[in-house]
């Protein structure tokens, strides 16, 4: 069994380095047989490290934590976290459930919530993979392929894919 994982496509992480990504992100999953597509949704709150730092956008119950129309269009289940990583302990029990055999990757940040979750998945020991040019930074794109660098170094190049591969 197969699973897409769609982290954090909200209206409050689009901007001129990620807005490509949700209509790519739909006609891939639409083009693809996965078993189930998940999404998440990270949810600012005045309780989250990122708010305590200062940063105060995709505040929970807001338009910018709302998922991408395009991504709440194709996603089964979603996932609310208030931490980087998917890893939340209703997300693990969900996949725990399921038995998925591989995990595909894919969304926003690539330098902060994909790659803090697929060094998670990996660590796990599930079988996971970075769809690379389905996945984007906010802060541009040095940012995205530095953190693509990270990954292909610590989980192997092979675990990085382009959406064109033949591999669902």
Partial sequence: MT?????????????????????????????NHFDCILATRYCNTPETPCYRDGWT???SHTI???LV????????K?????????????FAEF??????????FC????????????????????ECFVIGDLCASTLGDKIHENALE????????ERVLKKDSAFV
């Fill in 78 to 90: 979603v996932f609310d976290k208030h931490i980087y990583s998917t890893w939340t302990p209703e």
């Fill in 57 to 59: 956008d995709c505040m």
């Fill in 95 to 104: 996949l725990h459930h399921q038995q998925f055999e591989k995990l595909y």
């Fill in 3 to 31: 699973c897409l994982v769609i982290i954090d496509m909200q209206n409050g992480f689009m901007n001129e380095y990620t807005r490509h990504l949700p209509e790519k992100i739909r006609q891939f999953a639409n083009a």
């Fill in 64 to 66: 910018d934590a709302q």
């Fill in 150 to 157: 990270i990954i292909r170094g610590n989980i192997t190049p």
């Fill in 107 to 126: 969304g926003v940040n690539t330098d902060c919530c994909v790659l803090v979750s697929v060094l998670n998945c990996y660590d796990r020991n599930q």
């Fill in 69 to 76: 129309p395009e991504v709440a269009g194709i996603a089964g």
